[in-house]
């Protein structure tokens, strides 16, 4: 039987599970222990393109792809794994590029705009303009107290913010602009608590930190000095960590927390990474995550980073040693349990 194709690997905001999408349909993982627990069948739901899960709850969001879709490309099907059926299908006028869900929000994300809904009723709540944004970049805040939504700017390598705790069709506050890089952005992230978000560009050099209240800049994350291309960066969701992947086939840990290097004009104190690990199979596009308890408070990292590559390997690194401590092949694992509230 030939291998799935992979199309997106999507943790939810705990990072204690992820989603894979693929032309076989959609597979939900625990993440520790590592365990299968519901696999979506191409039968059943046909190839997926995008996929989003809801925290731990059985509520997940898709789209359909090639070379199989059982709907067509500008729908969001919302799904109930315990009824096991579809339970709304929202349509677009426009094909789906990504998606992302909360709480509180579903988060649709055109070429040309993002799409708003409260995710009660699955009532469209606003929109919100954009440029064209063929990299679907977005972030939006898992935290219902301070509901911020990130996206590209007009201007090249700007980042627009704007709280959406109180937005509706008719009501929505102005974004706010981050001036962040000359080239064009590849990531925008935001932290646990939306207070922080971060950028990185087509140079693939540096990573910045911005307050998302006063918009200023907060710290350089320093990469290296060759460009490369950023696979993925994400925030420990309860400490002041960040993780990031590249083409370079190596993942780069970050603190910049409480004793962080502050002084942004000196080349000497930008932040460098407290761990570096190395992929065996350097170019695999990769996705990067805190393993559960993962970090401590005092700036060394105190257990796993995971990387899950789009070859479908599963990856676990361990405090400071640079090598992989261990291996899975994800499409190997059977289901074995289920997955609400586990």
Known sequence: MPKATITQISFNN??????ISSDDGIRIFNVDPLREVKHLK?????????VSLLDRTNIVAFVSGNPKPKFAPNVVMIYDLKKDKPIVEITLDSPVIGIAITATRLVVVLRMRIQLFELDAFRHTCTEETVDNKRALVAVSADKKNEILAYPGRLVGSVQVVN?????QNI???PSVIRAHDNHLTHIVLNGQATIVATGSTSGTVVKLFSTKSLTLLHYLHRGLENCVFHNMRFAIDSDFLVVSSDRG??????YGHGAPTNLFSLRDRITSINKFNLPVPGVKTEVAFAPNAVTSKGKLDK?????GYDGTYLRFIDSN???EGYE????????HEFLRF
């Open 42 to 50: 191409a039968e059943k739901v046909g190839s997926v393109r995008f």
């Open 322 to 324: 640079p090598n992989v």
């Open 304 to 308: 796993d980073v995971i990387a899950i």
């Open 164 to 168: 959406i705790q109180h937005a509706t």
């Open 329 to 336: 092949c994800l499409m190997d694992l059977a289901t074995g």
């Open 14 to 19: 705990q990072q204690d599970a992820f989603a």
């Open 250 to 255: 190596t993942i780069h840990v970050y603190y």
């Open 172 to 174: 929505s506050q102005a």
